[in-house]
């Protein structure tokens, strides 16, 4: 079974501290593909990134990076200087490819996130 | 591009009516999702349409229901509402071709059933 594992609910750290989230995934298949939402309270998930199974390139975007790590089904993802504008829920989630044109995307339960000024 | 876009975004039912949610997918994108949003489940999976049929199907009750049209949008219903039905509703598009492309998702339909 597949699942996807955020051990940490809350995070609050003060504005310019680094922040890593942490996300743990199971899956037995051997092609799948990872994501990273924010919601911010508005409701509406943004989309940040995707990872291949494939492709264990860590990713940097701006003060975002991604650590995948497939020895230990992690992808971690780290603000650097954090600012208030990050303070959002963050979700992990797991796709698998399915074998048909169906393929199920699983959410972990998600990250709170707390910038403080 | 204008992103999903999802009607209305709020409402508010009481027990036993029943309700429908539109959601516009993004200008070329074929496949809808539609997720439920609760506190204590978090983001669960209902259904997903692809070319007018539905491709996929979670773990919900038959009172769940939708459907695709032709150019795209797509609509769910819930019928004889419950309670428990109070959540966030969320629908995502994708290109939808192989079913593995990225979802982007509207800003959702916060329904609260009384």
């Known amino acids: 079974a597949q699942k996807v594992t955020q051990a940490q609910t809350e995070i609050s750290v003060v504005e310019k501290e680094d922040v890593t989230l942490d996300c743990v995934y199971e899956?037995?298949?051997?092609?799948?593909?990872l994501f990273w939402y924010k919601q911010p309270p508005s409701g509406e998930l943004v989309f940040l990134i995707r990872?291949?199974?494939?492709?264990?390139q860590n990713e940097i975007s701006g003060r975002y990076s991604w650590n995948f790590q497939k020895s230990t089904s992690s992808f971690n993802f780290t603000i650097t200087a954090s600012q208030v504008v990050d303070s959002a829920v963050y979700f992990c989630a797991l796709r698998d490819p399915g074998y048909s044109s169906a393929s199920k995307i699983i959410f972990g339960s998600g990250t709170r996130l707390s910038i403080r000024p | 591009k204008a992103g999903v876009t999802q009607t209305p975004r709020y409402l508010i039912k009481t027990r036993g009516q029943q309700v429908t949610l539109s959601c516009s997918p993004i200008?070329?994108?074929?496949?809808v999702s539609w997720y439920q949003q609760t506190p204590g489940q978090g983001l669960q999976f209902l259904f997903e349409?692809?070319?007018?049929?539905?491709?996929n199907k979670g773990n919900f009750p038959g009172r769940f229901s939708g459907r695709q049209f032709s150019n795209s949008r797509s609509e769910m219903n819930v019928s004889t509402l419950e309670l428990g039905d109070s959540a966030l509703y969320l629908c995502?598009?994708?290109?939808?071709?192989?079913?593995?492309?990225?979802?982007?998702f509207g800003p959702g339909t916060r329904l609260l059933v009384l």
């Open positions: 899956t037995r298949d051997t092609t799948y593909y």
């Open positions: 200008s070329g994108h074929r496949s």
């Open positions: 349409y692809f070319s007018e049929t539905q491709r």
């Open positions: 995502a598009s994708s290109l939808g071709g192989t079913g593995i492309e990225t979802q982007y």
């Open positions: 990872r291949n199974s494939f492709d264990e």
